[in-house]
C-alpha cells in the first residue's frame, strides 16, 4: 500500500509539472507573439526638437518615403576633393538611432572622398510610424532610390550594421550597388529567435516569428564585392552566425571576411584590422 501511494504521488507529481511546463510555454508563446516587434526593433524615439551634435560637419535631411512618413536622416559630405567619388548609404541596428555621434563612423568614408548618410527607420529617433510587415524593406528599397537619383555615374555602398545587414543585403540583392560591407550580422532572425529561446522549440517560433529576416536567403544574390567584419567575442550577435552566412557566398569572387579577434558587437571599427580592410575593399570597387 505504501508503495502505491508513492507511485500514485509521483503520477500527480509528474502530471502537475508537466501541466506547468505547457502553461509556461503557452505564456511565453503568447508573450512572445504580442511582443516581437519591440523585442525585434528596440524602438528609441527622440522628440522633434532634438538638436543634433555631431563630431564631423552634417546636414539634417528628410525623406518622404510615404504619405505622411519622412524619415530623418543625417548626411555627411566628403571633405578630400571637388567632386565625390559616391556614396555610403548606412542601416544602423537595433535599440539605437541618430543622437549618437555618426561622425565617428562617417569620418572614414568622408576622408576618402564619399559622402555619407544615415537614417532612421520608423519609430526610430525623430521618424514617425512603425515597422510592419508592409514597409519594413520597401523603406530601405525607397530610401535607396531616393538618395541614389543624386548620384548617377558614381559609387553606392551599402552599409549594414547588426540588425540593419538584413536592410543593406536585401537592398544589395535587389538594387546592385557596387559594394556591399556588413558589420556583424546574423543568419537569419529565426536563427537567432532560436539561439535566444532554445527551451521553444523551433517550429513554433517559425509559426509566430513575423520578421524572420532570412540574411540567409538574400545574401545568395548579391552580385557586387561583399565584406564581412565579425568580433569573435560578441555576446549580442554570436560570431558563428557571420561564419554560418559567410559560407554561403565564399566561393563567390571578391568576397571577404574579417575575424576580429577579442572584439565584442560594438568595438568593431577599434580593431586594428578593420579599417586598413575597408581601405582596401574601397580602392578595389
Known amino acids: 500500500m505504501q508503495r502505491l501511494g508513492k507511485i500514485s504521488s509521483m503520477k500527480r507529481f509528474l502530471k502537475a509539472f508537466l501541466v506547468g511546463m505547457v502553461l509556461l510555454l503557452t505564456g511565453n508563446y503568447i508573450y512572445l507573439y504580442n511582443a516581437q516587434d519591440t523585442l525585434i526593433f528596440a524602438y528609441k524615439t527622440l522628440p522633434t526638437s532634438y538638436q543634433y551634435q555631431m563630431s564631423q560637419k552634417f546636414e539634417e535631411r528628410s525623406y518622404c518615403v510615404d504619405r505622411g512618413i519622412e524619415l ?20 544602423h541596428g537595433r535599440g539605437t538611432n541618430l543622437s549618437r555621434d555618426w561622425g565617428k563612423l562617417s569620418k572614414f568614408y568622408i576622408q576618402r572622398g564619399y559622402d555619407f548618410i544615415v537614417y532612421d527607420y520608423r519609430g526610430f529617433g ?6 510592419d ?87 545568395k544574390k548579391v552580385d557586387c564585392p561583399i565584406i564581412v567584419f565579425h568580433g569573435t567575442v560578441d555576446k549580442t550577435v554570436p560570431y558563428c552566425e557571420s561564419v554560418r552566412l559567410f559560407d554561403i ?32 575593399f574601397l580602392k578595389e570597387l
Open 126 to 131: 525623430k521618424s514617425p510610424g512603425q515597422i
Open 72 to 91: 530623418n536622416a543625417l548626411y555627411f559630405p566628403q571633405v578630400t576633393q571637388s567632386e565625390t567619388k559616391g556614396i555610403v548609404i548606412c542601416y
Open 133 to 219: 510587415t508592409s514597409n519594413i524593406y520597401s523603406d530601405p528599397i525607397k530610401m535607396y532610390e531616393i538618395i541614389t537619383s543624386e548620384y548617377k555615374g558614381k559609387k553606392i555602398i551599402v552599409l549594414g550594421r547588426s540588425m540593419g545587414t538584413n536592410f543593406a543585403t536585401y537592398v544589395a540583392a535587389t538594387k546592385k550597388p557596387d559594394g556591399l560591407v556588413l558589420d556583424a550580422p546574423f543568419y537569419s532572425m529565426l536563427d537567432m529567435a532560436c539561439l535566444t529561446k532554445p527551451y521553444i522549440p523551433r517550429v513554433l517560433i517559425e509559426k509566430i516569428l513575423k520578421y524572420p529576416m532570412r540574411t540567409n536567403q538574400f545574401i
Open 249 to 280: 557566398i565564399k566561393h563567390k569572387p571578391k568576397t571577404q571576411f574579417v575575424k576580429l579577434e577579442g572584439v565584442d558587437h560594438f568595438s568593431l571599427m577599434q580593431h586594428p584590422d578593420y579599417e586598413p580592410s575597408i581601405d582596401g
